[in-house]
């Protein structure tokens, strides 16, 4: 849930920073006012960002399951964890982060230049956001390299939001859209997959690149894919993620020209959903490793 939100929110920014700033605007309603797809954008990043309030209430639970002292009583343990330790606050960055993002999503929700504001705090969140799983994570009890770690670990989370939290946000926006009776033409949903492609693929190469090297940092040796559970879960990972690269191939080449070809009303393929859905797939896989000692960690 915390990584999901966390992409998406990150998602909507980018979404609003780079698609809408290139194509703004859907077809008048049956109103006849013009439907600015940045306000659906915001609702869709402020659900995302109380996902990741939510899953960081989680990480505090499960971690209080693992060190709770049952002698002790409950809120001092928690004051103890969250205060005096650097996992507590990292803990307390990423809430914080997150709680502002909620805040600044829903000013960017509001109508017209009045969204602005909002907006400009919405990026501040994300930017925060994605700072935070490095903290608390591996990448900050790397035994080498502690600052290239992070630094990959917040290119390799920003990078998967602008991917795949931008497709989800668009799939979703053009959802409301359609629900709140908005004209989307064909070629509305053309323009976003052009302005959405080259963001796609500058950062699955980001992920490539930060991955991999997060990957030999942590693993110690190549057998440790197949002889170690962190490396049988990373392998497990690599397999997710050759499902969503296969998907966004076929996406990229494909998917303008199904549009094109599709019946009314105009929507995204299905193959979309289908990467979506790997997606979480290769999420859920994340969060599994993220628990997993690493080899040389031990
Ligand atoms: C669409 C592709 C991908 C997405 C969305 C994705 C997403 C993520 C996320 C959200 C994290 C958690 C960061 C943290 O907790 O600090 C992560 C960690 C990681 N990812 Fe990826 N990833 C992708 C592809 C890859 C690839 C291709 C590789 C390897 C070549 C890779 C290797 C890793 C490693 C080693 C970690 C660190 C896990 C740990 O903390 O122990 N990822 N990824």
């Avoid at 709140?180 to 052009?194: F, P």
Wanted: hydrophobic fraction near 55%; aromatic fraction near 8%.
């Amino acid at each position: 849930m915390l990584f999901a939100g966390l992409l998406v929110a990150v998602g909507a920014v980018a979404f609003r920073l780079v698609v809408i700033r290139q194509f703004p605007g859907f077809g008048p309603a049956s109103g006849g006012a013009l439907v600015d797809p940045a306000r659906p954008a915001a609702r869709i990043g402020r659900l995302a960002s109380l996902a990741v309030v939510l899953g960081t209430i989680g990480r505090l639970v499960a971690e209080m399951g693992v060190f709770r002292d049952p002698f002790e009583p409950f809120w001092a343990e928690i004051r103890l964890l969250v205060a005096g330790t650097s996992w507590g606050r990292a803990w307390l960055a990423q809430i914080t982060a997150a709680a502002l993002s909620v805040i600044a999503f829903t000013l960017a929700a509001r109508p017209g230049r009045a969204a602005e504001p909002g907006w400009m705090l919405a990026a501040a969140g994300v930017v925060l956001l994605a700072y935070t799983p490095a903290l608390s994570g591996h990448a900050v009890g790397a035994e080498h390299y502690v600052t290239a770690a992070i630094t990959a670990d917040v290119l390799h989370v920003a990078a998967g939001g602008a991917w795949l939290g931008t497709l989800a946000v668009m799939a979703g926006v053009l959802h409301l859209g359609r629900r709140s009776g908005a004209e989307i033409s064909r070629a509305h949903i053309v323009d976003w997959i052009t302005a959405f492609s080259p963001l796609a693929l500058g950062s699955a190469a980001v992920i490539g690149a930060t991955g991999l090297f997060a990957a030999w940092l942590h693993l110690g040796a190549f057998s440790a894919l197949w002889a170690e559970p962190y490396g049988r879960r990373l392998s497990l990972k690599l397999l997710f993620v050759l499902g969503v690269v296969g998907c966004g191939a076929y996406n990229w080449k494909r998917s303008r020209g199904r549009v094109l070809a599709s019946g009314d009303p105009a929507r995204l393929p299905p193959t979309v959903v289908l990467e979506l859905a790997v997606a979480v797939g290769l999420l859920l896989i994340t969060a599994v490793l993220t628990t997993t000692t690493p080899p040389l960690h031990e």
